[in-house]
């Protein structure tokens, strides 16, 4: 049976965030707000508890969950490279909506799925998500949906769609823009790579203000790009 909490009662929050705690070091799952829509968590370095986000929307391992870090010091210990450009673009717009792609640290003992050595990150700007990070370390999230169903902008409409498969979920409120994150392909620029950063989904970041930060760093604008489902 899943636990509901109102995080805007100072009681509930309390309770909340200490049960979403131990359900994620049991390997359960969690529902959270973030600053672009709501999010399904679990441990990323626990791959029964990854399995079970993917079976929880009805995803495959083709379809890895991002991660989502406290802080650009966590991404240093899950990259393999930081490239300049991409140090630049988190200075800009972390924390808030945008995912970046980049070579996993090969040594990590962890499974998302089918990754190509690969991981995707992001630094979310809501304080209840980062308490969490921060007392958890990475989590794998996904949006907190069943797939091929809108991103849920509010918890219970997430409880609506995943049931008991999720053991806590921590509701704030309609999220505030209800904008999924963009998400770029920076892999090219790691090591030295010289290619070039590639826009695989529009969101909360715009291309405008990606080109702002990369200038020739990064591909002309696609003419369309992957739907809202997702990172969170």
Request: negative net charge; contains cysteine; proline residues 7%.
């Amino acid at each position: 049976m899943s636990s509901f909490f109102d995080c805007r009662d100072e009681s509930q929050l309390l309770a909340g965030m200490r049960q979403a705690r131990q359900a994620i070091a049991r390997g359960e799952l969690v529902v959270m707000p973030t600053d672009t829509v709501y999010g399904i968590a679990a441990d990323a370095f626990s791959p029964a508890a990854v399995a079970a986000l993917l079976a929880a929307k009805g995803r495959g391992r083709q379809q890895p969950p991002p991660v989502l870090v406290a802080g650009l010091n966590t991404v240093r210990a899950l990259v393999s490279d930081l490239p300049e450009p991409v140090e630049r673009l988190v200075e800009t717009h972390w924390p808030g909506g945008l995912t970046i792609v980049l070579p996993a640290q090969p040594s990590l003992s962890w499974d998302l799925g089918e990754t190509r050595g690969t991981v995707a990150v992001r630094m979310p700007a809501h304080r209840l998500a980062l308490e969490l990070l921060e007392e958890t370390g990475p989590l794998a999230v996904s949006s907190a949906n069943l797939t091929g169903r809108p991103a849920a902008v509010d918890a219970f409409s997430a409880r609506d769609m995943l049931g008991d498969s999720v053991a806590v979920y921590l509701d704030d409120g309609a999220s505030i823009t209800g904008v999924p994150s963009t998400i770029v392909d920076a892999t090219a620029l790691a090591h030295g790579g010289g290619g070039r950063a590639r826009v695989l989904r529009h969101g909360a970041v715009s291309f405008a203000e990606l080109a702002a930060v990369l200038g020739d760093a990064l591909e002309p604008e696609p003419e369309s790009a992957e739907g809202a489902d997702g990172p969170a």
